[in-house]
């Protein structure tokens, strides 16, 4: 497996966004964030490049994606909560997290909240 293919499978498949009193719609992460670009096609995404950063009770990747439909860059933040809402009666119990995904352009700029995976 080469380390793009890694890198695929860093990026969760469907994230969830939570609309106002009408619930959760699944989107694809398989798509450009960037604007005037409708690209949804997997072949055309190339995760490149990954950033790495680990804080006290969350974990944040920063996935590089290069577009090959708009010839552009954008990034996927994906911050995972570590340890929310533990357990305390059970140790052995697997602490629970949750994921926040947010769009960047390519200079960090942020292009908005997706949602949650
Ligand atoms: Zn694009």
Redesign the pocket.
């Known amino acids: 497996m080469s380390d793009k293919e890694d890198l695929r499978l860093e990026i969760p498949s469907y994230a969830f966004i939570a609309l106002a009193r009408r619930g959760m719609e699944k989107i694809s992460l398989d798509q450009?964030f960037?604007k005037d670009?409708d690209?949804e096609d997997p072949e055309l995404l190339e995760p490149f490049k990954k950033e790495e950063n680990e804080e006290d009770l969350k974990l944040i990747k920063k996935i590089y994606i290069k577009?090959k439909?708009?010839n552009?860059i954008f990034i996927l933040k994906l911050e995972i909560l570590k340890k929310v809402a533990k357990s305390t009666k059970d140790k052995d119990e697997e602490a629970l997290s949750m994921g926040l995904v947010h769009a960047l352009d390519e200079n960090g700029e942020n292009l908005g909240h997706i949602g949650y995976f």
């Open positions: 450009c960037l670009c690209n577009c439909k708009c552009r």
